[in-house]
């Protein structure tokens, strides 16, 4: 139990160093009857000089009285000391004193030779104030600010250099006379200090549910965005891939290159009206300042991750971080530290992974022609294309296609031959990407630096579209002493993304997955000509032009730190944080071969056309907040207040014209359309806040914190506009108590805590919620289709939907209950929380109105959520002689409830038809999937008869390889009954989209120089809908090839799909078929109804990272004056098990899957430090 | 010791200062692109750019820009919304019966509701301009008018219909009264129409403005006030679950349809405006359809304009108007023209027209007979242009592609462009009409005969001037008609149709073919049981097209009578439509709505 005892010795190191040489300096001192401590803190705030000492070498209990006039340093400390057995060392303003065990006053001894060393770290860091010893005898010194020290010994002595928080070590001197010392960190026993919101806090001494996370955790990890290296590394924090779901900028979905994240803190965070679910983003803090963009950081630059996930934690930041707060602090340097400089690089090669198949074309056009037979229409193709088809298969046929015998056209689509595999062809096989990063930090005695450099080369999958993403990022940090109670300090940030891809305009603006899937293997890549066909895609993503956009973050603060007395600190800053994004879209006119050999435009690519957008978002943030501290005996204070105000200000512009001069020069300024077009909006919102926090604790035993937040945001009208947001929260350690000594072998650490909090949203309101807006249109907006006499003319849009000028705040309270334990000497660490968030006004419609009064009904705040949910992690971390190995689990849930709703009848979904949309009720679970019950496939007419009437859900009959709903309320006939909760028909809850269970297993082990991770992450338990809830294409064509409604034009066939009914099989062969009769004509919805055969089972576990890596030894290192060279070998995206189908990505299951794909990724790389 | 405390004192000041402010302007941040309301409503000029935006809205004037190829404006409306005369590649399915009951949305959803709110949101501001009326008049009327066109959607969709002449908020007792019988709703229809014929502006002889005019008000009026007198009446006469039971019968909708159409042939008789286009002109009935502007037109009294300037400017009707649009004109409604003598193709069961020259080609189709035919369908005699100046029509495009192509063998020449430069470009400027003249020529014979007060002066100048324009040399005598042996209409019970009627509505049918008033009238004639059930659509004679039957493509049939049958492939129509007439004249309200508004109940009949 030796680190027990160290525990208890309290070393009190203060490292405030001046640069200002105060030697000389006088005293003045009048102290009567105090102890030895308090004289030595009058020192300290008088004069500024700090002792330095273990407390059972010194009695600091000890009542002295001064008398100094003008008196030395050497005469002030010989007082404070008087009567005590110590010797001391004045360096600076550090005192240090040593117990003395020999003769006191001896300066010299001869026969000894003096030897030089420097103390450091692990990283080659100097350690100040860690004490050299001769063992054996009373001599020893301490290390100064460059870590050197010097001491007179002999050749047999033996040094002891010990420091708090190292593992202490012994030296023979022998014939050495230059030492160079690294100290072992004993991570059990250093005191962690975490960064929390406005402030720092003793990890132990956390009362709230707040994880950290070390960088090195996400150093080396082959992927070029900060958040994917986060996800599954901390209980509850929910990182995704961002989903386009059918729409918007596909190019920025899933793993395109510099694809964002989808971050989200314990869960659901609330609903829209639309009966979707929201899990907002947590407020990214970087070095204190709110409002930054996670997915633009460098990870190299980041030392440590804190997230607070409970209300009592993040209350601090009121109504800016209602759904939890990632606090990402950035290296810093250290003073008198000496200067470090890191490079790392990272070499990758990437395979896209969970890339659908697709079916050949002879099995494609025979699945065609049989659709378009079941539903009674004419095959799409004809017998004669097929004969080709056959023919190119098997080899007699050469060319993909024909000339049209009628027109200047290739055939394509249903009557070409080729068989092409589309994902095949516009994915590569491998991509490489590359990271470069440098770091430097250092010091001197009054300042600190450091300095970060990135270089991110991102090459994308497009075998045709050269897509690309690159990111430079800078930073710096500068933090100077002008004097003892005056700080200032600078940050700056500056990254930029450079992000190109082909112009989707050339195929009309769709997303490539989604019109990837629709070109059919039959449609030739190559013309007979040896062209590229038109319909390949190849020309337009190759010769369509380009979207480029560049995204200029900057970060900018100032900061002054004034400390007018100890304890007390003031801290002023203001920061600009700024996204600054320009988007330049080029669509280049194409040109395709006819057979002719003239050249055809593209459709929708002729004229040319320009449009730039320009968008700027700005922070602009001013935080003034002062605390103070004090220990008094063993009770501990802290008070914070604080001032915060926010404007946040988004200014979009964008123009455009057709008819480009030239394609080479691509500019507005050069075209001569006369489609110029411009459009602004400006939105911004103003927030502006007071907080404070008081901490107390006795003995770090009992711990309790007070945090509040008065807020106001220029969201809401005046009266409902500020509102007060308080949390409290409290823990107590009994492994601390006394009754506990005799579990502490085993259980040497144990905390149990709970907090209560309120933090508040804006929820679903938006900028300017009670302003009924109107805008005006310019006469040529494309919604302006109206000619009047002289042309078309200005309008206005119609006022916004109806307005509730009492719409307020969405409260949202959680409760925690959380604890930690530490066993076996901190071999294995549990860390458990449990939660109740809950909203009691959300914001929900006013009720269901009938749709007569034309527009939606306002929001108010009348809807309730509740989310439960819970964090585990637990560490082993084991020695075994030099092979050091440790797991960590992380484990997670959280599920939601409506517990308050407008929907009295609970109607579970509105529309039956074509489109349908969940609707909230009371009790109605956040994911939850309506559907039928599946009993099979109906293999004969009999079986129909036999069975319950399935014509209610179409007007077709049924026939045979149709699906056989189960009639579960036994009326005989398949219906929605009355499509509510009570009357639910034959339907009931198959399933839950709501991820579950979420895990992460970090395994790491090393052995002399080698190291050894792997991570897995994955979720437990999860359905995914083999159709979307909403729309008709979406996800739907994804498991079934066809879409719901039927359409042969959105229809597409994978390989998985040749397991279904076909009037061509046997008996045998559909008795085992999974997919039904498919139709091509809207009778298809009558089989794709959500129902249980085919729900997905979207549980999965990924193996995110493995890597491998070497250090130089240290004495290699010596050699060639490195401080480190680590190589290593990584592999992203290694393996998955899951049951989902083939044709998605388990991790894509929440959205349409048509994102860009994931990738593996192979990499090496290095790491140097000197 | 002494700086720091200054600045301790200056920042704590600064804090003060801040906290003070707390309720200042900083938190003050409204709409900085866009116009908040309470700003708006000052100017006329406020009105017209509010007023505009409703010309723009596809629900109160289509504009059939969309990027469908196989849309023919107007000229295709007939059968997309389902006829017997004008069919598309697949069967109907509404008029086949396979409407499904929604739970919301269906025509009745907050969308479909949004536009009548913007209106009214217009009438409950306007006052708030401080101008004398007059000066404003005429965006009032336009307001009214255009939701008069609202609540005539509306009506026929559903019948009956929940009424706000207000602004609605979720308070307003109106969301949950009961629906407004539908000769209720169309009275008040009348009243908004009397308001704005009174308050807009009447063309006269002045200058197109592409506006509103009295004229066109008038128009919407008389052909809404015939809609409901004819629906009620018959509906009423065969009893069906449609009738109006505390009304009149429609007598004052028909009287009203009548007074109305007359002031506007008065107008016309005092101010040469409006007109008739074209008469006596070559090609005079098919160039009507094919303008790029008609401004200059007295018959055309409300139309839009199309340009190549924008992207929703232009139409895209050219691009497949050659082909045939993937629809086709029904043997029913060819069998409907006249010969030249003024009498049907049959005399009498088995007694041919001598003039008719039988259906075995399209030339032979078209001889002898009312010459609008002619100038409706494709005919390969070396005159119907398929592109100006000399590309002409040889025969119906029955083999393209399967959206494309004409499904019939009669190919629709009326609103075909034959502009090729137009077609090259994909964009096509055909103005669209929205009203003209002779319809109301004809609602003004067929109220008066309805009304039984039609004189042979009164059938003289309306079906005998619509005649006469297009050259046809037989008149409609109303003491003399010859009783065609295929009358589409009952001439027998209660819901008899006079011979007069009978032809009345032939020359409606023949004047406006393929303009979109098919699927109403049928509708408001109650004349679904005699049109619609168990009828098969037929087209010409596949044997007139010398291609062997194995080169055609399997899906095109023709019945035992050598004509070509487009649905043949469907089982579902084997027997012809089922429509069913209890139900499907109206569509149902969605459950939803009458779950929210139990006051809306009942549904309409059959659901």
Redesign the interface.
């Known amino acids: 139990m030796n680190h027990l005892k160290i525990k208890t010795k309290l070393l009190v190191v203060c490292l405030l160093l001046f640069h200002i040489t105060l030697y000389g300096q006088s005293v003045t001192l009048n102290l009567n009857r105090v102890s030895v401590k308090e004289a030595m803190e009058t020192l300290k705030s008088k004069y500024a000089y700090s002792f330095v000492f273990e407390v059972s070498d010194v009695n600091i209990e000890k009542i002295i009285s001064l008398t100094l006039q003008n008196a030395t340093v050497d005469e002030t400390v010989q007082q404070i000391i008087q009567g005590q057995a110590l010797s001391y060392t004045i360096r600076g303003k550090n005192i240090s004193l040593r117990k003395l065990i020999s003769t006191p006053g001896v300066k010299y001894i001869y026969g000894l030779i003096k030897i030089k060393g420097t103390v450091l770290d692990k990283s080659g860091e100097p350690i100040i104030g860690a004490s050299v010893k001769v063992k054996g005898i009373n001599r020893a010194t301490i290390t100064d600010v460059t870590g050197h020290f010097v001491l007179q010994i002999s050749e047999k002595d033996i040094l002891q250099i010990s420091y708090i928080g190292y593992i202490s070590q012994e030296i023979q001197i022998e014939n050495q006379t230059e030492l160079r010392i690294t100290l072992q960190e004993n991570a059990q026993v250093l005191k962690e200090m975490v960064v929390i919101g406005y402030g720092v806090q003793k990890k132990e001494n956390l009362t709230g549910a707040v994880s950290t996370l070390d960088g090195k955790i996400i150093e080396n990890r082959s992927i070029s965005n900060m958040a994917q290296a986060l996800q599954g590394t901390v209980g509850n924090l929910n990182i995704s891939p961002n989903s386009s779901n059918g729409s918007g900028d596909w190019d920025s979905s899933g793993g395109a290159p510099g694809a964002a994240q989808q971050i989200n803190v314990r869960g659901h965070t609330g609903f829209d009206t639309n009966g979707g679910a929201l899990s907002q983003s947590p407020l990214i803090v970087i070095d204190g300042i709110q409002g930054g963009d996670i997915n633009n950081i460098n990870m190299n630059d980041v030392e440590s991750i804190t997230v607070l996930k409970d209300a009592a934690s993040a209350a601090i930041y009121g109504s800016s971080a209602p759904f939890g707060v990632i606090l990402i602090n950035t290296k810093k340097g250290d003073l008198g530290k000496k200067n470090t400089i890191t490079y790392n690089d990272n070499f990758m090669f990437s395979q896209p992974i969970s890339l659908p198949k697709m079916m050949h074309s002879l099995d494609y056009a025979m699945a065609f022609n049989q659709f378009s037979s079941n539903a009674s229409t004419a095959g799409l193709y004809s017998a004669s294309t097929l004969e080709r088809i056959v023919g190119y298969m098997n080899g007699t046929i050469k060319e993909e296609t024909l000339k049209d015998a009628n027109t200047d056209n290739w055939l394509s689509g249903f009557s070409s031959n080729a068989d092409n595999d589309w994902f095949d062809i516009h994915f590569k096989d491998i991509s490489f990407s590359q990271l470069h990063n440098i770091g430097i930090s250092g010091g001197t005695k009054t300042t600190s630096y450091y300095v970060g450099t990135g270089y991110t080369d991102q090459e994308g999958m497009y075998t045709y579209g050269n897509d690309y993403f690159k990111r430079y990022n800078a930073r710096t940090t500068l933090r100077s002493d002008l004097s003892s109670w005056l700080t200032i300090g600078f940050r700056g940030a500056f990254s930029r993304g450079d992000k190109d891809n082909p112009n989707s305009a050339t195929f009309s603006n769709a997303n490539i997955i989604h019109i990837l899937a629709q070109r059919r293997p039959t449609q030739p890549l190559f013309n007979p000509d040896g062209n590229y066909s038109n319909g390949s895609y190849v020309p337009a993503f190759r010769d369509g032009g380009r979207v480029n956009t560049i995204t200029d973050n900057a970060t900018l603060t100032g900061e002054v730190i004034i400390k007018p007395m100890e304890g007390w600190n003031i801290t002023g800053n203001y920061s600009l944080t700024g996204t600054y994004a320009s988007n330049l879209n080029h669509l280049k006119t194409v040109y395709h071969v006819l057979p002719s050999g003239k050249l055809a435009a593209l459709t929708g690519t002729s004229p040319n056309s320009i449009s730039r957008k320009f968008n700027k978002d700005e922070r602009h943030v001013i935080n003034l907040f002062t605390s103070y501290e004090k220990s008094i005996d063993k009770h501990y204070f802290k008070v914070l207040i604080g001032y915060m105000q926010e404007l946040y200000d988004n200014l979009y512009v964008q123009a455009s014209n057709n008819e480009l001069y030239s394609d080479d020069i691509i500019s507005l300024a050069t075209t001569y359309g006369t489609k110029a077009a411009a459009t602004d909006l400006n939105e911004q919102i103003a927030t502006r806040g007071m907080f404070g926090r008081i901490n107390y604790n006795y003995k770090e035993k009992y711990l309790i914190e007070f945090n509040g937040r008065y807020d106001g945001t220029s969201c809401f009208s005046k009266d409902v506009r500020f509102k007060f947001y308080p949390g409290v929260s409290t823990a107590w350690v009994p492994s601390k108590e006394s009754f506990w000594e005799p579990l502490l072998a085993d259980v040497n650490f144990f905390k149990i805590r709970a907090s209560y909090g309120s933090q508040g949203s804006a929820g679903s309101a938006g900028y300017y919620p009670f302003y009924p807006a109107l805008r005006t249109y310019a006469s040529t907006a494309a919604s302006n289709t109206w000619i009047f006499n002289g042309g078309q003319s200005p309008m206005v849009q119609f006022p916004s939907s109806i307005v509730d000028p009492n719409l307020t705040w969405v409260t949202t309270n959680t409760l925690d209950l959380g604890a930690d334990l530490s066993f076996l000497s901190n071999k294995l660490d549990i860390g458990f929380d449990w939660y109740n968030r809950s909203a009691s006004d959300y914001q929900g419609p006013a009720e269901a109105m009938p749709a007569f009064l034309g527009a939606s009904a306002p929001l108010v705040n009348n809807a309730a959520m509740r989310t439960l949910g819970f964090e585990l992690n637990v560490g082993w971390r084991h020695k075994i002689n030099d092979f050091h190995y440790g797991v960590n689990v992380v484990l997670s849930d959280y599920s939601s409830t409506i517990t308050k709703y407008p929907n009295p009848t609970k109607i579970t979904i509105t529309g039956l038809g074509t489109v349908y949309d969940p609707m909230w009720y009371e009790g109605r679970n956040f994911g939850e999937i309506w559907g039928f019950e599946t009993v099979g496939l109906f293999q004969s007419q009999e079986e129909i008869d036999q069975a319950a009437d399935q014509s209610l859900l179409s007007a077709k009959p049924w026939t045979v390889g149709d699906v056989h709903y189960a009639d579960l309320d036994g009326d005989g006939k398949i219906t929605w009954g009355g499509n509510t909760v009570d009357n639910p028909g034959d339907r009931k809850i198959i399933g839950n989209s709501t991820p579950r269970y979420s895990f992460g297993v970090t395994l790491t082990a090393d052995y002399k120089g080698f190291d050894f991770s792997m991570f897995i992450q994955g979720v437990g338990k999860r359905n995914s809908p083999a159709n979307h809830n909403t729309g008709e294409y979406r996800f739907a064509n994804f498991v079934w090839g066809v879409p719901r409604q039927g359409s042969y034009a959105q229809a597409t066939m994978w390989e998985a799909q040749q397991d279904r009914w076909s009037q061509f099989n046997t008996p045998e062969e559909n008795a085992k078929a999974f997919f039904p009769k498919m139709y091509f004509s809207d009778e298809n919805m009558k089989n794709t109804y959500e129902q249980t055969r085919y729900l997905q089972n979207a549980a999965y576990a990924r193996i995110k990272n493995i890597q491998i890596g070497y250090n130089l030894p240290a004495s290699v290192l010596k050699k060639i004056s490195l401080q480190k060279f680590r190589l290593f070998v990584n592999a992203e995206n290694m393996g998955t098990w899951t049951k989902m189908i083939n044709t998605l990505d388990p991790e894509f299951s929440t959205s349409d899957g048509k994102l860009y794909p994931l990738q593996r990724v192979w990499a090496f790389g290095m790491n140097l430090t000197f | 010791m002494k700086p720091?405390?200054y600045?301790?004192i200056a920042?704590t000041g600064?804090?003060l200062v801040?906290?003070n402010g707390?309720?200042d302007e900083?938190?003050?941040?409204?709409?900085?692109?866009?116009?908040?309301?309470a700003l708006?409503w000052k100017t006329p000029n406020?009105l017209?750019?509010?007023i505009?935006?409703l010309?723009?809205k596809e629900g109160l004037?289509p504009?059939y820009?969309s990027s469908r190829y196989d849309v023919i404006g107007p000229y295709t409306d007939d059968a997309f919304n389902g006829s017997d005369l004008l069919v598309q590649v697949?069967y109907n399915k509404r008029i086949n019966g396979?409407t499904?009951l929604?739970?919301?949305?269906g025509g009745?959803?907050?969308s479909?509701?949004?536009?009548?709110?913007?209106i009214?949101?217009f009438m409950a501001h306007y006052q708030q301009v401080d101008v004398e009326f007059s000066k404003i008049a005429q965006y009032v009327g336009e307001a009214l008018f255009f939701r008069s066109i609202f609540y005539f959607t509306k009506l026929k969709r559903f019948g009956s219909v929940?009424w706000?002449s207000s602004l609605?908020?979720?308070n307003?007792v109106?969301?949950?009264e009961n629906r407004l019988p539908r000769n209720e709703v169309v009275d008040s229809i009348m009243f908004d129409l009397d308001r704005a014929i009174e308050y807009l502006p009447a063309q006269g002889s002045g200058?197109?403005?592409?506006?509103v005019t009295k004229e066109t008000a008038l128009a919407l009026q008389a052909r809404i006030a015939l809609y409901e007198g004819t629906w009620e009446k018959y509906h009423n006469l065969k009893n069906t679950p449609f009738q109006v039971r505390n009304g009149d019968g429609g007598i004052h909708f028909l009287e009203k349809a009548a007074v109305i159409a007359d002031s506007l042939m008065l107008m016309a008789a005092v101010n040469g405006y409006p007109a008739l286009d074209n008469i006596g002109q070559v090609d005079g009935y098919w160039n009507l359809f094919n303008q790029k502007d008609y401004?200059g037109s007295k018959e055309v009294l409300f139309w839009?304009?199309?340009?190549t300037?924008?992207?929703?400017?232009f139409n895209r009707w050219i691009n497949i108007s050659y082909t045939g649009a993937g629809v086709g004109i029904t043997k029913r409604l060819v069998d409907l023209y006249l010969c030249m003598d003024g009498n049907p193709i049959y005399i009498a069961p088995d007694d041919k027209n001598p003039l008719y020259q039988g259906d075995d080609s399209l030339p032979t189709v078209v001889s002898n007979r009312d010459p609008r035919l002619n100038q409706t369908i494709c005919v390969p005699d070396g005159k119907h242009y398929v592109w100006k100046p000399n590309t002409y029509f040889v025969k119906p495009m029955i083999t393209a592609e399967?959206a494309t192509r004409c499904v019939t063998g009669y190919q629709l020449y009326k609103g075909h462009s034959a502009d090729r430069t137009e077609y090259d470009n994909r964009k096509g400027t055909n103005g669209c009409i929205y009203f003209r003249y002779a319809e109301v020529l004809l609602i003004y014979a067929e109220a008066k005969a309805e009304l039984g007060t039609i004189t042979q002066g009164d059938i003289n100048k309306t079906i005998n001037a619509l005649r006469e324009r297009v050259g046809m040399t037989g008149m409609l005598d109303k003491d003399n008609i010859i009783t065609d042996p295929n009358w589409l209409f009952t001439t027998t019970g209660p819901a008899a149709v006079s011979p007069l009627l009978q032809e009345i509505r032939r020359e409606r049918t023949v004047e406006l073919a393929c303009e979109g008033f098919r699927l109403d009238d049928i509708f408001r004639w109650a004349a679904s049981d005699e049109l619609l059930v168990g009828y098969k659509p037929k087209g010409a004679k596949l044997s007139q097209w010398p291609v062997t039957q194995a080169s055609l493509?399997?899906?095109i049939l023709e019945d035992q009578d050598g004509y070509m049958d487009p649905y043949a492939?469907?089982?579902?129509i084997g027997n012809g439509y089922q429509f069913n007439i209890k139900r499907d004249y109206l569509y149902p309200i969605?459950?939803?709505?009458l779950?929210?508004?139990p006051a809306?109940r009942p549904q309409n009949p059959g659901w």
Do not use: H, M
Request: proline fraction near 7%; aromatic fraction near 14%; charge should be negative.
């Open positions: 720091y405390k600045l301790v920042i600064a804090l801040g906290l707390c309720n900083f938190l003050e941040r409204g709409p900085l692109s866009k116009i908040n309301d708006f406020d017209s750019i509010y505009n935006n010309y723009s004037l504009s820009n697949d396979e499904t929604p739970t919301s949305g009745w959803g907050t479909d509701w949004d536009l009548l709110r913007n009214n949101y929940p706000a609605l908020d979720p307003s109106e969301l949950f200058t197109w403005t592409g506006r401004s839009r304009k199309y340009s300037a924008a992207d929703q400017l399967l493509p399997e899906y492939q469907y089982p579902s969605p459950t939803n709505e779950t929210l508004n809306l």
